[in-house]
T-cell receptor, first 115, second 114 residues
Framework: GENVEQHPSTLSVQEGDSAVIKCTYS??????FPWYKQELGKGPQLIID?????GEKKDQRIAVTLNKTAKHFSLHITETQPEDSAVYFC??????????????FGRGTSLIVHP | KAGVTQTPRYLIKTRGQQVTLSCSPI?????VSWYQQTPGQGLQFLFE???????NKGNFPGRFSGRQFSNSRSEMNVSTLELGDSALYLC?????????????FGPGTRLTVL
């Protein structure tokens, strides 16, 4: 089955700096890569996603890049703000199992933005 | 459009008891997946239901079960609770009809087993 590795597990930055979180996946059949943000006491919220026919996608201060050859994708947050502090999860899906496409999640990155 | 809702938000149970958690998906979504989230293991997939049928299952013991109703609402049940079942249980919904689609999560039910 799919295996997703996420690094780093903890990332501490100063407000205004950029933050980069990296994920690698193992199954070349995976073709959909969402990123979720989970704040304390809440469920994960989708912040951006990318499909395999696209190399990069941006949404204001957030961008995701995908390298299918190397099987890795990254989340980039520019001009970080204290409210960006949360746990971020990457996921990969696209290899059907039992008739459905269940995403495999990374272990999460705790991002701390210091004012 | 209302998001995924889960009830109750918090539960405290003792070992040996059983518990039922409920999830209402986003309107129009027919797939409901359940996950267990713990600090040590991350997000672990329990099972997925689509059109009242379990379509996929993770690697959890038979004490964990679920069902889905005709309105797509889903429940999961854990019998004979163990201390290790303490976790945040998340429900996610999606259209589930063709290919890969996005899962949207609810706020979760925090289960504490004493």
């Amino acid at each position: 089955g799919e295996n997703v590795e996420q690094h780093p597990s903890t990332l501490s930055v100063q407000e205004g700096d950029s933050a980069v979180i990296k994920c690698t996946y193992s199954d070349s059949a995976s073709n959909y890569f969402p990123w979720y943000k989970q704040e304390l006491g809440k469920g994960p919220q989708l912040i951006i996603d990318i499909r395999s026919n696209v190399g990069e996608k941006k949404d204001q201060r957030i961008a995701v890049t995908l390298n299918k050859t190397a099987k890795h994708f990254s989340l980039h947050i520019t001009e970080t703000q204290p409210e960006d502090s949360a746990v971020y999860f990457c996921a990969a899906s696209g290899a059907p199992s039992g008739g459905s496409y269940i995403p495999t999640f990374g272990r999460g990155t705790s991002l701390i933005v210091h004012p | 459009k209302a998001g995924v809702t889960q009830t109750p938000r918090y539960l405290i149970k003792t070992r040996g008891q059983q518990v039922t958690l409920s999830c209402s998906p986003i309107s129009g979504h027919r797939s409901v997946s359940w996950y267990q989230q713990t600090p040590g293991q991350g997000l672990q997939f329990l099972f997925e239901y689509f059109s009242e049928t379990q379509r996929n299952k993770g690697n959890f013991p038979g004490r964990f079960s679920g069902r889905q109703f005709s309105n797509s609402r889903s429940e999961m049940n854990v019998s004979t609770l163990e201390l290790g079942d303490s976790a945040l249980y998340l429900c996610a919904s999606s259209f589930g009809t063709s290919g890969v689609d996005t899962q949207y999560f609810g706020p979760g039910t925090r289960l504490t087993v004493l």
